[in-house]
């Protein structure tokens, strides 16, 4: 029995949904998404609820139950109020600027690095040292902000580089901690 899989998803009335076939099309205020719905998963839609059916009990089965339910979820939030990243530069001298719909980074390197816009997300800056990413695909939005962050992830001594802004970095002592304790 799969949880998630069977929790029928309420529809907001700013959301329209469309099932044809195994293809399932989220229209909302934010924009449009598409939902392929894997084989042996069937999505029905009965007035304001989506709901997601399985052709058989195997474990491969119940695991595409839930995965079809929650990407159909997360395109459904993501097509009415969207979803977001912050981000935020932590060190001297480290800093973001905006160049057109590109970032150009200054991270402590011998050059700034230029982070080149993906269609379907924005990027905007926020001061010096705040970067916001947004847009209406949960995973997409994730995978841009991760791979800003790659950039420079924060180190564990000093805790300088790129971080989520409800990240915490755990800290670890430098050398002097450890000539103290022996």
């Known amino acids: ?12 009335d700013s959301v329209k949904v469309d099932v044809n076939g195994k293809k399932l099309t989220m229209t909302g205020p934010k924009g449009t998404l ?8 069937s999505a029905s839609l009965e007035e304001k609820l989506l709901k997601f059916t399985r052709t058989s009990d ?30 935020e530069l932590v060190g001297t ?3 973001v600027a905006a160049s057109g719909a590109n970032l150009t980074f200054s991270l402590g390197l011998s050059h700034p690095i230029v982070f080149k816009a993906i269609p379907g997300v924005a990027l905007a800056v926020e001061g010096q040292t705040k970067v ?51």
């Open 1 to 12: 029995m799969s949880r998630i899989g069977n929790k029928p998803i309420h529809l907001p």
């Open 132 to 182: 916001k990413v947004s847009g209406i695909d949960k995973q997409l939005v994730g995978q841009v902000a991760a791979n800003i962050r790659a950039l420079r992830p924060p180190e564990p001594y000093k805790g300088k580089g790129i971080r989520y802004t409800d990240e915490t970095v755990r800290r670890k002592p430098g050398k002097a901690a450890a000539k103290s304790a022996a």
């Open 58 to 87: 195997t474990n491969e089965f119940k695991a595409l139950h839930g995965l079809a339910r929650s990407l159909a979820n997360n395109a459904i939030i993501g097509v009415s109020r969207g979803y977001s990243k912050d981000l």
């Open 34 to 41: 598409f939902v392929d719905v894997p084989n042996g998963i």
């Open 93 to 95: 001298g480290y800093r």
